[in-house]
């Protein structure tokens, strides 16, 4: 039998240990993070340049260089430039923080992701009804003390703005506004390739009224992409981004730390190119996976665990075949965490010790730690999320007991 009480404290005890070894990193790094050596110098840069006028050479590396000089000389000459590899239509959105120096502009970026990540979740709160009710410092607790977000936040990355963006998909897919869900989840194209693999599986689901809400979001970013930037430029960024990840530069492409199918294929000694066998082999490894993982996500099931448990199997071979992905891409992965521990939580004594385990592993910081900085083979990492997804794979291909009963009510509409 669940006792409530012990279980609360434990959650509460073992969160705020995370969060207290996530204030010891900050407090670490924060000189670091003042002079310029976050990934916010990117966005910032790029920002900049689209201000300035210099938008038709975005992806220009030595006027990058010469932009990050001026605000970030000393992390420049550490650690060198870092390039701005993402899509135009981005930059638009850092162009306002530009009016406020570099270490405000990141600061106001900081809280904005934390506006981001309350936001999200209380979008789905009338999905988490036994954290919401009972387990209350879990849902303020877990989002602080799951590693990927700390370290977006640290970052001053953008990879919670895919958070939000996957959030959104959820609560308007529930609600069945499809073609909203398919526009939400265009809004996250500045990582398309953590947003592509998910649009595959929609296809392979044949959603069809979400993918047309998804491609008229995607012509939209394009078309404004390419008044940004001109067609010239917009062409040649896919050739930039692929020659940067192709080059594998220290410190930007590090396949060794990327807790995903490419990391696990490609991420060891001597695979700097991988052969090209390898690289076969991962993308037919990717495919197959993504197939698996279509057929465990059923949207026309009307119970609700088994709904969220093969959307949760969607997000998390998302980020695995996602090409580039490292801890800070993780963060959207807190959305099947949540619906996970809100079932665990529910059905303690039904959930077996390695889903208990699993979910544990996925808030333990020193694991992360571990893995990224002493041995920096995070790669390994892929391990657990596989073990995960296929967990919740069996939980929601389980034919529950409710789907026996034919008068079971839709999905319950997520409040407003």
């Known amino acids: 039998m669940l006792n409530r009480s012990t279980v609360r404290f434990a959650l509460a005890a073992f969160l ?44 220009n590396e030595e006027l990058q260089e010469k932009f990050q000089r001026e605000f970030a000389l000393p992390a420049v000459n550490r650690g060198g430039p870092l390039p701005y590899n993402h899509p135009p239509f981005e930059a638009l959105l850092y162009v306002p923080f530009t009016y406020l120096p ?31 009710r009972d387990f209350r410092s879990f849902v303020i607790f877990a989002p602080l003390a799951f590693f990927p977000i700390v370290y977006a936040l640290l970052q001053g990355q953008d990879s919670i703005l895919l958070l939000g963006s996957y959030f959104l998909v959820y609560s308007a897919l529930l609600r069945k506004k499809d073609v909203q869900a398919g526009a939400c989840l265009g809004l996250g194209l500045f990582k398309f390739h953590l947003v592509l693999p998910f649009a595959c ?3 392979l689901r044949r959603r069809w009224r979400v993918l047309a809400g998804f491609l008229v979001v995607a012509v939209v970013e394009g078309l404004v992409s390419l008044v940004m930037v001109g067609g010239r430029e917009l062409l040649f960024y896919p050739r930039f981004a692929w020659q940067i ?37 991962l993308v037919i490894a990717s495919i197959i996976l ?3 993982a279509s057929r465990q996500w059923r949207p026309e099931l009307v119970d609700a665990q088994n709904w969220d448990g093969g959307f949760s199997v969607c997000l998390i071979v998302t980020y695995l075949v996602g090409y580039h992905g490292y801890n800070q891409d993780m963060s959207f992965l807190l959305l099947p965490l949540l619906l996970a521990m809100d079932r665990m939580l529910a059905a ?31 790669n390994l990492f892929s391990i657990v999320l596989l073990c995960l997804a296929g967990y919740l794979a069996r939980a929601a291909t389980a034919r529950p007991q409710a789907l026996a009963n034919r008068n079971r009510q839709l999905l319950s509409v997520l409040p407003l």
Not at 259 to 267: A, S
């Open 201 to 203: 599986m929609l296809l």
């Open 102 to 132: 570099y270490f405000s502009a990141y600061c106001l970026w900081f809280v904005v992701n934390l506006l981001v990540i309350g936001g999200s979740i209380y979008l789905v709160r009338g999905r988490l009804r036994t954290l919401t």
């Open 16 to 59: 705020l240990g995370m969060i207290c070894i996530h204030a010891v990193l900050f407090w670490v790094v924060r000189q670091h993070v003042v002079t310029g050596s976050s990934d916010f110098r990117i966005f910032y840069t790029a920002g900049l340049m689209v201000r300035r006028g210099e938008g038709r050479v975005l992806y």
């Open 348 to 378: 303690w004594e039904k959930t077996g010790a390695g889903m208990k385990c699993l979910l544990g592993l996925m808030f333990f910081s020193p694991l992360y730690l571990l893995l990224t900085l002493q041995l920096s083979h995070q």
């Open 245 to 281: 990840n192709r080059q594998q530069a220290p410190g930007v492409i590090v396949p060794a730390n990327m807790g995903n199918l490419r990391g696990l294929f490609t991420g060891w000694r001597g695979m700097n190119p991988a052969p090209y066998s390898v690289e076969i082999a």
């Open 290 to 292: 993504m197939v698996w």
